[in-house]
């Protein structure tokens, strides 16, 4: 659905400014040449923009130039000035220490022996070559609109390839953006929208509803915005008065008189829902083709919010499923649901501290709540039994890890879960269970856990004993390092530990809500 302003209508408010000119640079040594450029040259207009002149009497004043006016389309440059080959040397200046690839450079010499055409042409980097004897005020026009003209698609190309860049970049981690990666997919598209049509001026995509996912509330928020619109103290009250001119458009339909004629409003919808809008305001006729195009890019955003928005549901009920069967276990275990959250949040900490991502310490946490899922199928008479197990009873205990690798093998979003449930009672020195894995064999998830639950199990009071003083723990988790623990893991614990970052958990552990813990942790 495209929604335009009828272009009759009577418009009131916002006047656009009008578009900023052509910079064209003249590197000439002859004042004369100079200003006889600037009168052939008034009055001169490209795609609706006019043209300013920047003169420089040297090679060396234009070097200057460049630097104050980073924007500047083509320049005019005279070979023979303060030396022979000065303006061959600012042409090299131009494209090799500026690494100025867009500007368009034209060679004007008046001894064109100095500078033949074919050598100047073959070993510099040039757009064209002129003799000033032929050079008549027409041909002079001819140029430098040609030079603008290419100048203007290469700042098309150049913005499609940053655009696309963008949107490439960010597509592979869609279903995995936090809200700063999304903004990056929206600026993405929008440059490509604008360097595609040409609009050259200003735009924004907006979402409705700060989560990006229902219109339900009042709150809009701008995702990308370009030209007039980029974020700004100037732009801010503008900017605020297109969204709400924008909502009422995508909303109820209607064509506020306020919105400019040639502006050009795009609801990013999904089916009947309205997400969000792109709003585009250009200074040229937008042609069928460019309206079609822009329609298929509001498309492409508005998959991207539903897709974003669907698996972060679907990411939020995967969180729900562990918490429900960490508590299952837990329950099953000790009537307790707090212990799961203390091993998270150790876990977590362990993680980063050894160098992992956020995301990575993130997925190794969330997996640890699963860690003893599988005693959701011991017997109530082993787990909860205050003495004791004899050998047979602790071989049934150990059958828990099985079970969890089982029941976690029926989902692979749950792959890393399996394997630390499977894995955590795994010794570093071969003499765990339930496959007696070696060193490295012990996948880095599990190894990490074991500490954490260990360490927790200590410091936590027990039916049978009171909880151990946490340098007494430390001191049981240290000592096992090369045995029980991965030695790697362990230096990183007790630098934690040793530094107060683990203080808030252990305090925790002693809660009067957690009084009664699973009877049998650390002894299995």
């Known amino acids: 659905m495209k929604i335009i302003p009828h272009p009759q209508r009577e418009t009131t408010g916002y006047q656009p400014p009008r578009l900023d000119p052509w910079k064209l640079l003249v590197v000439d040594d002859e004042p004369d040449v100079r200003r006889l450029t600037a009168l052939s040259l008034r009055g001169f207009e490209f ?8 003169e420089a009497d040297s090679a060396q004043a ?27 040397r600012l042409v090299d200046y131009i494209r090799g220490k500026l ?32 003799d000033k004897t032929e050079l008549t005020a027409q041909k002079l026009y001819t140029a430098v609109r040609s030079g603008l003209k290419r100048f203007r698609d290469l700042q098309t190309i150049e913005l499609n390839r940053l655009g696309l860049t963008r949107i490439l970049d960010v597509t592979p981690e869609l279903y995995n953006l936090h809200r700063d990666r999304l903004e990056d997919y929206f600026r993405g598209v929008l440059m490509q929208i604008i360097g595609i049509c040409n609009l050259e001026h200003s735009g924004i995509i907006s979402t409705i509803d700060g989560l990006v996912s229902t219109m339900e509330g009042d709150d809009i928020r701008i995702r990308a915005g370009t030209g007039d619109f980029r974020t700004g103290a100037e732009s801010e009250f503008r900017r605020q008065q297109i969204t709400e001119l924008c909502t009422r458009v995508v909303g109820g339909h209607e064509l506020p008189k306020e919105l400019r004629q040639d502006a050009m409003v795009v609801p990013l919808q999904i089916k009947d829902e309205i997400l969000g809008f792109v709003y585009l305001e250009s200074r040229v006729e937008l042609t069928a083709d460019d309206r079609e195009l822009i329609q298929v890019m509001a498309n492409q955003c508005a998959a991207a919010l539903d897709n974003f928005r669907l698996h972060h549901s679907l990411e939020g009920s995967y969180d729900e499923a562990i918490d429900m069967l960490g508590h299952v276990a837990e329950f099953k275990d000790s009537a307790t649901g707090r212990h799961i959250q203390r091993i998270q949040e150790y876990t977590r900490r362990l993680a980063l501290a050894m160098g992992c991502t956020d995301s990575e310490a993130e997925l190794y946490a969330k ?119 991965d030695p790697h893991v362990v230096k990183a614990f007790m630098q934690l530990y040793h530094s107060g970052a683990l203080n808030d958990l252990i305090a925790m552990s002693n809660d009067m809500q957690d009084n009664v813990r699973e009877a049998l942790k650390w002894r299995d």
């Open 47 to 54: 795609a609706n923009r006019p043209l300013t002149i920047i």
């Open 62 to 88: 234009a070097r200057a130039k460049l630097l104050e006016h980073r924007d500047i389309a083509v320049a005019l440059i005279d070979v023979v000035m303060e030396t022979d080959d000065a303006g061959l």
């Open 99 to 130: 690494g100025n690839r867009m500007i368009r450079l034209i060679i004007r010499t008046g001894q064109p022996g100095a500078a033949p055409e074919r050598y100047v042409i073959d070993n510099f980097d040039i757009d064209d070559y002129k």
């Open 367 to 485: 997996a640890s709540r699963l860690h003893d899922v599988g005693k959701a199928g011991i017997p109530d008479t082993l787990l909860r039994k205050p003495g004791p197990l004899t050998s047979e009873e602790f071989a049934a205990m150990q059958r828990h890890t099985r079970i969890g690798d089982a029941v976690l093998s029926r989902s692979v979003s749950l792959g890393v879960a399996r394997v630390v449930a499977r894995s955590h009672h795994e010794h570093w020195d071969g003499s765990g269970y339930p496959n007696g894995l070696l060193g490295v064999e012990i996948p880095f998830a599990a190894r990490v856990v074991a500490v954490a639950d260990v360490f927790d199990a200590l410091v936590s009071r027990r039916p049978y004993r009171d909880a151990w003083e946490p340098e007494k723990a430390a001191a049981e988790i240290a000592a096992g390092s090369g045995g029980h623990f």
